[in-house]
Every structure is written in C-alpha cells, then in structure tokens.
C-alpha cells in the first residue's frame, strides 16, 4: 500500500548529521543546487503548502532537516536516542550558494559524503535540478558521491513548466546518458511544482524506495 506524503511532518533540523535519528528505518535524502526547486518539490509531494520553507533567497537550507512520513513519534526531539519513525525524507543543505561562508562549504563538503556512505537507512537520493541548467559541476559531484556510496539516484528536472514539452523532453533524454556515465543507478523525470507535473511518478519512485 503506498505510503501517504500528506501525512509528513517536520520533525528536527540536524547542524550535523551525528544529530539526526537513530539510523533504523528507511529514508530518502532530497539534494539540489540553492534556488533549484527543492523545498517546492519536498511540497508538492507532501501536499502542503509549508513543510519545507521555500525562499527567493538561496542558501535558505543550511542544516539537515528530518520529516517523518506519518504520525510524529511521541518522543522528545531532545533525545537524539529515540526511536527513528519508520519512513523519513531527509532535505540535505542546498549547495552552490556562493555567499555561503566559506567555512560552511567546507564543512558539508566532508559531512555530506559521509552521510550518504554511512547512513544504513539511507534508501536513495532525489537530486533536483533546475531544467533550464541541468547537470551543473556540483551536481555531478552529487552524482559521483552517491555512486561511491551505491546509492540510486532520481533526478526532479524541475520548473518544467517553465519549457515548452518538445525542449523539455528533449532535455530529459540528454541528460540521462550524461547522469548514468557518473551514477549508472540513476534515473530522472520531469517534474514542476506549480502544476503538480510528476508528482504522482515521484511519489511511486520514494515508495519503491522506501517500501522495497
């Protein structure tokens, strides 16, 4: 039966990501450039207005923010000890902010490739891209870090709705060759978030994740 996105919630925002939940359970970690469309797409397919907080203003995500899919669980949040929620989706910091404090970039530039290679719960990464500028440096970094990590990969090309369908098809089928010469378990969709365009298709590709 598939899980139901509506009931997400905001759980915690992890500084670091040995603060996060106990590592049980099975989650999907959403990634993409600052401004790319992330925290829309987290709320698309939620089905809610808020659960992540969008922004004109890039670089908003700079900590690992926790949504478990269903019920909150009753314990504190306090206790970093508690039992995990059984299904998460994880929003990781945006990258590619250049006004970001250079500190900072080099902090998620360790942390991140540990999270991806040793979270057990870690199902897959979303990578949202913006169509207009798909497949950027650091998203192939991205790429390349869940390659070495053997996680599957599921590209969002979002804003589709800002293309007309002909250029955007024909943006879908030059990117997928490129993103599987980095990250063979990759695959992508179009996806916009203002006309809930792949929302069902993006939904499917988390439930084969995290219920399989």
Known sequence: MPLDYRRTQFLLSAPEPEQLPADLGAEVAFAGRSNAGKSSALNAITDQR?????????GRTQAINVFPVGDRHSASVEDRHFPA???????????GYAKAPE???RHWQ???PAYLEGRQSLRGLVVIMDI??????LDEQMLAWANAAELPVHVLLS???KLRRGPAGNTLQRVLPAMRAICPASTAQ???????QG???ARRKLDEWLLG
């Open 159 to 161: 804003k589709a709705d």
């Open 50 to 58: 808020s659960l992540a907080r969008v922004s004109k203003t890039p």
């Open 199 to 201: 929302v069902d298709a």
């Open 110 to 112: 360790r942390a991140l």
């Open 103 to 105: 500190a900072l970039r």
């Open 85 to 95: 929620a059984e299904y998460r989706l994880i929003d990781l910091p945006g990258y």
């Open 132 to 137: 207009r500028h798909p497949l950027g440096p």
């Open 190 to 196: 179009l996806f916009s978030a203002t006309n809930r």
